[in-house]
């Protein structure tokens, strides 16, 4: 540890103990502020290093709030798929459909054919 002492006492130290005292405040004097200045530079990183991982936090929540948008438009599509409505045909496709809408026709037209005697 450093010496401390008071300017009366320093006046009856001798050269080489004043030296002593001198030097040892100097180091610790040198020590405080290498460790000030290293505690600044470690902030300093960490603040770098939050700054440049916040655009991938960024990009992660981007990503995350695309799937959770594509799962509830999945999900709609699917809720749209049990919806369609029955059909008002005998043939199981939808009224309206042209699939339907073509056998229908063909039935109309065996219909005629067992209206004519043979």
């Avoid at 959770?68 to 369609?84: F, H, N, T």
């Amino acid at each position: 540890t450093a010496r401390r002492a008071d300017p009366a006492s320093a006046a009856r130290m001798s050269g080489a103990q004043l030296e002593d005292l001198e030097l040892e405040r100097a180091l610790a004097d040198s020590l405080t502020d290498a460790r000030a200045q290293k505690k600044r530079q470690e902030e300093v990183e960490l603040e770098r290093a939050l700054a440049e991982s916040a655009p991938e936090a960024k990009k992660t929540q981007e990503e995350l709030d695309l799937e959770r948008a594509l799962a509830e438009s999945l999900q709609d599509v699917e809720q749209e798929k049990v919806c369609v409505p029955p059909s008002d045909s005998s043939n199981g496709w939808p009224s309206g459909s042209e699939e339907g809408a073509d056998e229908e026709e063909e039935q109309d037209d065996d219909d005629d054919d067992d209206d004519e005697p043979p």
